[in-house]
């Protein structure tokens, strides 16, 4: 299984304005508007270089200033993805989430930080990573762990929730693999939710990966695993992909703080 790291960034830095020509970094303010209760109609269908760029929805920036990484730590566990974790924030006042994808031996995805936490956190003797392992297993002999039906029935029984996806894997193969599934199961129980789901992207192909497996209504651009990205290269892809909210890490912040206020 490919991994990578996943310094504990997701904390939106800036937030990229209306008006392009502006600072590059600059929060978009809009009314908090209550979720659709009817499924997106496709975006603008448009690839970065094109004239025409998505017109994606920002509105759940207003729901909270932070993420709850992981579904939000629980008693010291951090990165549990669990069931127990998102019901505890969401009583605390969270409504911005963010989970990570990982794929299991049988292909299902399954929400886990890292093959690691599965060794060192779900099992002591090195089962394999079977969806039905990894769903009888419990986060630090806790915290019931969660594929993606479960985390889909529990947006639609919590409507206010917005979703921030964190795959665990750069491939188109597996990137589709995933996001088929969810879309897939969400049709079934109930398509709106999909209108939930903000989709983070690594570099700028992906975005194109992922809007082929369904027109996603939100979609982030996280700067970490592109190691290549420059203020120019940022600001012209927002430009025209209509990508506005960038998560980057406070160090590479610091380090181009001035270009990127430049632009």
């Keep these: 299984m490919k991994e990578k790291s996943h310094p504990i960034l997701?904390?939106?830095?800036?937030?990229?304005?209306?008006?392009?020509?502006?600072?590059?970094?600059?929060?978009?303010?809009?009314?908090?508007?209550?979720?659709?209760?009817?499924?997106?109609?496709?975006?603008?269908?448009?690839?970065?270089?094109?004239?025409?760029?998505?017109?994606?929805?920002?509105?759940?920036?207003?729901?909270?200033?932070?993420?709850?990484?992981?579904?939000?730590?629980?008693?010291?566990?951090?990165?549990?993805?669990?069931?127990?974790?998102?019901?505890?924030?969401?009583?605390?006042?969270?409504?911005?989430?963010?989970?990570?994808?990982?794929?299991?031996?049988?292909?299902?995805?399954v929400l886990l930080h890292t093959e690691e936490e599965w060794k060192n956190r779900l099992t002591s003797n090195n089962r394999p990573l079977t969806t039905e392992n990894f769903l009888s297993a419990l986060y630090d002999n806790k915290f019931h762990t969660m594929d993606y039906r479960t985390l889909v029935d529990l947006m639609i029984s919590h409507p206010d929730v917005y979703l921030i996806t964190d795959s665990k894997y750069l491939d188109q193969a597996n990137i589709t693999k995933e996001f088929t599934q969810i879309v897939a199961y969400a049709k079934e129980k109930d398509p709106s939710v999909l209108n939930r789901f903000v989709i983070q992207i690594y570099y700028p192909e992906m975005l194109d990966y992922v809007m082929e497996v369904y027109p996603w209504k939100s979609v982030i651009y996280t700067l970490y695993q592109n190691p290549d990205w420059t203020p120019e290269s940022v600001a012209n892809f927002a430009k025209e992909s209509g990508v506005k909210v960038i998560t980057i890490h406070f160090a590479n912040y610091s380090r181009n703080r001035q270009a990127l206020e430049r632009r």
């Design 10 to 109: 997701i904390t939106i830095i800036i937030i990229l304005g209306i008006a392009f020509c502006s600072a590059l970094f600059a929060v978009i303010s809009q009314n908090l508007r209550a979720p659709s209760t009817e499924v997106s109609e496709p975006t603008t269908p448009a690839i970065p270089g094109e004239s025409k760029p998505y017109n994606f929805d920002y509105s759940w920036t207003d729901s909270s200033p932070y993420i709850a990484h992981a579904l939000g730590g629980i008693f010291g566990s951090n990165y549990s993805n669990s069931y127990e974790g998102f019901l505890l924030n969401y009583e605390l006042g969270q409504r911005l989430f963010e989970a990570d994808f990982n794929l299991t031996e049988d292909g299902d995805v």
